[in-house]
Structure formats: structure tokens, C-alpha cells
């Protein structure tokens, strides 16, 4: 789904800590610690929970299969500047 480098940079592209993460996903900071540090396994509806919250603050993740190579980019968010 994605990889802890990813996550990283998409918090960053947020702006957002660990703690912000958890709090607007409804996980816990620890989970997202151990996830980017460790590479822990975390399940998957953890994963999708990330991505959710990071997607409405406007992160997109870019998959290797779509032509744009693993990543995540900044878009515009709809009524947000």
C-alpha cells in the first residue's frame, strides 16, 4: 500500500507530527512510530485509516504501477487555498 519513507514524507507535506497523524486518523502515535522506524506490519485497515486523513489534509500517494513512481505528492484540496 505504501512504505514508511512514504509515510514520513507525506506527514511532512501535511505538516503534521505523529501525534496530529494519530489523533486525525484515530490511531495511536506508537503505531505510526514503530511503522516509519521499524517497519513493523501494521493491518491494514491502519494503513487506509493514514491515508484517509492524510488525503483530506491533500497528500496523494503515487504508486510505481501508475507511471509516476512511488511517492506522495501535494494536491489542491477542494475549498482550501
Same mark, same amino acid.
Given at each position: 500500500?505504501? %512504505?514508511?519513507a512514504?509515510? #514520513?514524507a507525506a506527514r511532512a507535506l501535511a505538516d503534521w507530527s505523529r501525534e496530529e497523524l494519530a489523533e486525525q486518523s484515530g490511531t495511536s502515535a506508537e %503505531?505510526?512510530? #514503530?511503522?516509519e522506524i521499524q517497519g513493523s506490519d501494521?493491518? #491494514?485497515s491502519t494503513l487506509i485509516k493514514w491515508r484517509?486523513?492524510?488525503g483530506q489534509a491533500g497528500v496523494e500517494f503515487t504508486d510505481p504501477e501508475d507511471g509516476? $513512481?512511488? $511517492?506522495?505528492r501535494f494536491r489542491a484540496v477542494k475549498g482550501k487555498r
Open positions: 500500500m505504501f %512504505t514508511p512514504q509515510l #514520513r %503505531t505510526i512510530k #514503530r511503522f501494521p493491518k #491494514r484517509s486523513a492524510l509516476r $513512481g512511488e $511517492g506522495v
